[in-house]
């Protein structure tokens, strides 16, 4: 039946300058699509390049859609590729509309994501004119191809045999007069919307819903496309195409998937969403609204057919994953995304026995059941790099365990009076239970040798606190242990594998153990809370200038995650994968272990900062999310504390792109922030004790 169609959104993991593996990855979705009886098909923006690679690569581009044009397979289905492109000096974030090897228009961005990790302003420039239109000059090759010298670029719609199709492109979607508004009134039926849209806790919601508002107050049928995985870049694009009908799902794909290649499809019925739009405040907007130029295309997305058994695909309820879960899944697979790519042999985590080493090793459990899950659904790719990566034996793993065996290695580094007996246990039983490669040492020998050099030196022995000494002795054989613990990580990465006698060698790599809340706190202890690192929505990557083992590595899959949220984490998966030795984590007071353990002292972190992880966290987001400075936060927490902390997901002190902060800051005591504090303080102080006397004297 005509007015039935059958369409396909999908999410492809591309690779920046992988050009042949992402236009075989395009191809591939074009395929299947065309299978599921699909006649339209939509995919991610810049697809042809990867979203993350937004330099100058508009030669490769235009050969990569050139290869599209002339694949007579992918004919007889109309596609909707995105890729960069320069039009007379400027550079477009476009999509191209392709029909049985013609290139129809170019549909370039126009309102640029420019704030959190985005920087496209950088790269393109905004088309910023909606509803205009004007000629693109194709380049010879295409020129030759096509049979015609120009295309349409612009704001167009597409008005096909039996419906009309538009696109807007992510951020548009998100802007407060996206341009499916005056699209819908124009008579667009069909949106498709390509994005580059990278994860973070719970933004899936807000997508949801944007895009259920998007056709739920002027109906229409919705296409979003995004890219999965990790494309180079520090950000893991979270896939979870969808397909809506008047602000319903009746079709999503996967948020954390290791397939590269995802397809979503879904049946519709165009009479619905014609039905949809009888209301009368609708129809007298729309007959007011701009208009905008229409492109004529003989094809008809529905198929005149008498087929029966063929309706609708029904609605169904959005898919939602758990916060726990998401941290579960989505540092997994982009830390899956990266070890393939890299072409390294493993990963090894420095186990302290606290909360933070634990999360990064859990994560590392959480990618090698999903790897095994891939493996028993018939995953090639997947099959194919495993059988390159976990190389000791020339069996397939069949389990979680013993994959991560083969390819993870942790390392508990003690000191005899510094550590205690339960966080070595802890490292020792959280290695068992799943199946790393556990190494348990101590490194008083590298501890003492490096604290000699000072005193054979100067005559001069420096002091534990706890013994007699200074903070400023106390501090630097703190940091001696922490970065001794640093460089034997490194060592060890490299050696392993040779000692493990690992066919073709190799090396692995370094993971961190910095949640957000320590990244935050900058290096002002010494402890494994110290340090300064470069962090993003959901992973950090390592600068090697930092104080401990926990933070310096090559990679932080927890560098964006709270102390409050990773408890949750560890909560959640001591249950769901049945690991009850989790719980004992969870309680455990948390402590960097770089002093000597007496009857009297044992050292603790928040003792050490002077103040709690919650506490902590709270300024992070008051700082980050809510975007006040010292007197804003002070006069915002008199109101506020003592209550529960609000989780704001959309946080993180990344300084390399998402937040935009000094280096280094002028002492507290010389701001005049905190001038303006003590003086408010000391106002509440006096109008808190005329009120005592008032009640007193009563």
């Known amino acids: 039946m005509a007015d039935l169609i059958t369409l396909a959104t999908c999410s492809l993991n591309q690779w920046v300058l992988d050009w042949e593996g992402n236009l075989k990855r395009i191809r591939k979705s074009i395929i299947l699509a065309k299978e599921a009886g699909a006649t339209l098909r939509t995919g991610p923006e810049l697809e042809i390049t990867g979203y993350g690679w937004q330099a100058d690569v508009y030669e490769h581009s235009l050969e990569s859609l050139l290869a599209i044009l002339t694949d007579t397979e ?67 090759a295409l020129q030759k191809h096509q049979g015609v010298r120009q295309v349409p670029i612009g704001d167009v719609v597409l008005s096909l045999n039996d419906t009309t199709v538009a696109a807007e492109t992510c951020e548009e979607l998100f802007t407060p007069q996206a341009p499916h508004i005056n699209m819908a009134l124009n008579g667009v039926e069909i949106f498709t919307n390509s994005s580059g849209s990278h994860h973070t806790l719970r933004k899936l919601d807000e997508r949801i819903a944007l895009i259920s508002e998007a056709t739920r107050k002027s109906g229409g049928v919705y296409l979003y496309a995004n890219q999965s995985g990790s494309d180079g870049d520090r950000l893991l694009y979270d896939g979870a195409s969808l397909i809506m009908v008047n602000g319903s799902i009746v079709a999503q794909g996967s948020q954390f998937s290791l397939d590269d290649v995802e397809v979503v499809t879904a049946t519709v019925d165009l009479e619905e969403v014609r039905a949809y739009r009888f209301a009368p405040s609708r129809n007298f907007q729309a007959v007011q609204a701009p208009v905008y130029e229409r492109i004529e295309v003989d094809f008809s997305l529905g198929h005149e057919d008498l087929d029966l058994l063929r309706a609708p695909t029904a609605p169904r309820p959005a898919r939602y994953h758990v916060p726990e879960e998401e941290i579960a899944l989505g540092p997994a697979c982009w830390l899956w995304d990266y070890l393939r790519r890299s072409r390294a042999s493993g990963y090894l985590v420095p186990l302290s026995g606290g909360i933070d080493s634990c999360a990064t090793a859990t994560i590392v459990f959480s990618m090698c059941r999903l790897v095994i899950e891939a493996i028993k659904a018939g995953n090639e790719e997947v099959i194919e790099d495993v059988k390159r990566i976990a190389v000791f034996s020339d069996k397939l793993p069949e389990t979680a365990e013993e994959f991560c065996n083969q390819i993870f290695h942790t390392v508990y580094m003690g000191m005899e009076k510094q550590s205690s007996k339960e966080t070595r246990q802890r490292a020792k039983d959280l290695a068992e239970r799943i199946g790393s490669y556990h190494t348990d040492m101590n490194i008083d020998d590298t501890f003492h040798a ?84 470069l962090t993003n929505d959901v992973f950090q990557t390592s600068q090697n200038t930092n104080d401990r083992s926990c933070s310096s590595a090559d990679l932080n899959p927890i560098g964006a995650v709270s102390k409050r949220d990773l408890k949750s984490f560890i909560s959640w998966a001591a249950k769901n994968f049945d690991m009850p030795i989790l719980e004992e984590f969870i309680h455990a007071t948390p402590t960097a272990e770089l002093e000597p353990i007496t009857e009297n002292y044992v050292q603790s972190d928040e003792v050490d900062m002077g103040m709690t992880y919650d506490e902590l966290a709270r300024f992070g987001r008051l700082r980050k999310e809510s975007k006040l400075g010292p007197y804003g936060m002070f006069l915002r927490l008199v109101e506020e504390w003592g209550g529960e902390a609000v989780h704001v997901e959309n946080y993180s002190p990344d300084d390399h792109r998402f937040d935009l902060r000094p280096l280094f800051y002028p002492p507290a005591f010389q701001g005049w922030s905190f001038q303006k504090i003590d003086k408010r303080v000391e106002a509440l102080e006096k109008a808190l004790e005329k009120k005592q006397a008032a009640s007193a004297s009563k």
Request: net charge positive.
């Open 74 to 140: 992918l004919h007889g289905i109309l596609i909707d590729v995105g890729l960069p492109l320069m039009h007379r000096g400027c550079r477009y974030n476009c999509r191209a509309i392709i029909l049985d090897g013609k290139l129809l228009c170019l549909r370039p961005k126009i309102y640029l994501a420019n704030d959190g990790n985005f920087r496209e302003n950088r790269f393109f420039t905004p088309w910023n004119r909606p509803r205009y239109v004007e000629q693109y000059n194709l380049p010879p």
């Open 450 to 533: 490096t604290k000699n050099l000072l005193t054979q030196g100067t005559g001069f022995e420096p002091k534990f606190k706890v013994h007699g000494g200074s903070a400023t002795e106390n501090l630097a054989l703190q940091n001696i242990q922490a970065r001794s613990r640093m460089v034997i990580a490194y060592y060890y990465a490299q050696m392993l594998p040779t000692v493990r006698q690992r066919p073709g060698g190799g090396s692995l790599l370094v993971l961190g153990s910095s949640n957000v809340d320590e990244c935050l706190r900058g290096c002002e202890c010494a402890s494994k809370k110290a340090t300064a690192m």
